[in-house]
């Protein structure tokens, strides 16, 4: 007997621990035509209770041969997945037996290693995209852009798109997931990079052709009622052909928006400026100074193709903010080289779209002050702000600002 305060050292495992341990895994490995469920079961309770005293090795052993077995326990498989990410892999990228809430809870227990795996299984069910979305690691999200057997859930792309803020990587994989909607693409727009930005527009730019032509009729009868609906009213802004705001040119000290911007490239873009070419342009205060504000300028691209500006006013709207035009050899510079690259490469009709959704959504009743990322996942049952696009695009442009 040892003496008090000693403690015993652990058995080591003889032949017959050894034996019985591989006879139990050759068991419940066999295939369904050979064991009931409910001896299988049994069984796996029994190795479960051995494996919690044997080796890394024979835990290996037993996860490789559970790898892809469906009707493994899946109490014991759980275990496993838990255990040293060298065991936990081979079932986390292969079995099938494991359930979303599986996957869920194990998402929150296991490391980094062990999320990247989960995020590429050959299926990613929504529930497990969220949860991966909400607390995995850069590099796990990003596994999980790029597995196409990823079912992304909107709300997955809404905390996605939110974490992109700050984690950039996200946006150049997220802008090729077929679940992107364009309200999301379009908040995201204001902080991807140069090339992500291109095929947001390109991909979500639409003309508006079928929906102008479905609701011609609509225009007349909004006229006759002399536009005092209000929901009829800001919802034709967003289909009609017409860009400028012809009644603010009526009272506006310039001319024409060509005037504005004419003087605003002498004088700089003061904010009383600003406003003014917002105006003129048909766009809300928010929306011109997002866009005037933007380091990267393809806002000014899109807003002078959509209000039907000719190319030399790009390039006096860029001079009024006191940007670099020119190298000293007299050339454009890079930067606003590409930014004329997409005033070439947008129709005027799908500029005037991708206007439309950023002072739609911009303008949104939402005050960045009260919205953050957590918010996304508070609406109430119902509620407005929980189905609008516009609303919710607010939320992801101004909710970590």
């Known amino acids: 007997m040892n003496e008090p305060g000693v403690v015993e050292p652990p058995v080591e495992s003889g032949r017959a621990r050894n034996v019985l341990l591989r006879r139990l895994i050759d068991y419940v490995a066999m295939p369904a035509s050979r064991v009931a469920p409910q001896d299988r079961s049994m069984g796996g309770d029994i190795l479960l209770d051995m494996l919690f005293h044997s080796s890394d090795e024979e835990r290996l052993l037993c996860a490789r041969r559970l790898a892809t077995m469906r009707e493994a326990p899946r109490r014991l498989i759980r275990y496993l997945a838990q255990c040293d990410f060298p065991i936990a892999e081979p079932l986390l990228r292969e079995n099938p037996a494991f359930s979303?809430?599986?996957?869920?809870?194990?998402?929150?227990?296991?490391?980094?290693?062990?999320?990247?795996v989960i995020a590429q299984r050959k299926t990613v069910e929504p529930v497990v995209c969220d949860q991966l979305a909400r607390v995995g690691e850069l590099e796990a999200v990003l596994d999980l852009l790029n597995n196409k057997g990823a079912d992304l859930s909107e709300h997955a792309i809404d905390l996605l798109i939110s974490r992109s803020r700050t984690e950039t990587e996200?946006?150049?994989?997220?802008?090729?997931?077929?679940?992107?909607?364009?309200?999301?693409?379009?908040?995201m727009f204001w902080w991807s990079d140069e090339k992500t930005r291109r095929k947001i527009l390109s991909r979500f730019a639409a003309d508006r052709a079928e929906m102008i032509e479905m609701c011609s009729d609509v225009f007349a009868m909004a006229a006759e009622e002399n536009w005092q609906d209000p929901v009829a009213r800001k919802t034709l802004q967003l289909i009609e052909r017409r860009q400028r705001n012809r009644a603010a040119i009526e009272k506006s000290?310039?001319?024409?928006?060509?005037?504005?911007?004419t003087t605003a490239s002498v004088a700089g873009t003061?904010?009383?400026?600003?406003?003014?070419?917002?105006?003129?342009?048909?766009?809300?205060?928010?929306?011109?100074?997002?866009?005037?504000?933007d380091l990267g300028g393809e806002g000014l691209a899109v807003i002078c193709k959509a209000t039907g500006l000719k190319r030399k006013y790009l390039q006096l709207l860029w001079t009024s903010l006191r940007r670099p035009l020119e190298t000293e050899e007299g050339e454009p510079t890079e930067h606003f080289r590409k930014v004329q690259e997409v005033y070439d490469i947008l129709s005027v009709a799908k500029a005037q779209t991708t206007l439309r959704y950023w002072n739609w959504s911009l303008s949104s009743a939402f005050s960045p002050t009260q919205v953050d990322a957590a918010a996304l996942e508070e609406d109430e049952a119902n509620d407005e702000t929980a189905f609008s696009s516009a609303r919710r695009t607010a939320r992801l442009v101004f909710g970590t600002s």
């Open 100 to 116: 979303s809430s599986d996957l869920c809870n194990l998402i929150e227990k296991v490391s980094p290693e062990h999320r990247r």
């Open 170 to 187: 996200i946006c150049s994989a997220l802008v090729h997931r077929l679940e992107l909607r364009p309200a999301q693409g379009m908040a």
């Open 253 to 261: 000290q310039f001319e024409s928006l060509e005037e504005a911007i």
């Open 270 to 293: 003061s904010p009383e400026y600003a406003q003014e070419i917002g105006y003129l342009a048909g766009i809300k205060p928010v929306t011109v100074a997002k866009i005037l504000e």
